[in-house]
């Protein structure tokens, strides 16, 4: 995944942050057996989940490929295969 810019977006990144959090907040609770606590914890995972989304519906994830870049990827790897 590293040549591929996967989920190095802002909507990726704040959807994991808060993820992270609710998932250190479940944490906490369910240590402290706070049954409440800990489904707010879980709440705010789901939130991370559901905000990741929003921006991404917004335009702050990955952007989608056109089908030109696509068509050109798939003439560069029949070209590459050729040669091999």
């Known amino acids: 995944m590293a040549g591929s810019a996967h989920g190095h977006t802002p909507a990726a990144w ?16 369910m240590v ?18 559901v905000v990741g989304g929003a921006m991404k519906v917004a335009g702050l994830g990955m952007p989608k490929e056109s089908a030109d ?6 003439a560069a790897t029949t070209t590459a295969r050729a040669r091999s």
């Not at 704040?14 to 609770?29: H, R």
């Not at 402290?32 to 989940?49: D, S």
């Not at 870049?69 to 798939?74: D, I």
């Open 14 to 29: 704040t959807g994991v942050i808060i993820s992270f959090i609710g998932f250190c907040i479940a944490g906490v609770f």
């Open 32 to 49: 402290a057996a706070n049954v409440p606590g800990f489904w707010a914890g879980i709440a705010v995972v789901l939130l991370g989940g």
């Open 69 to 74: 870049v696509v068509a050109a990827r798939e």
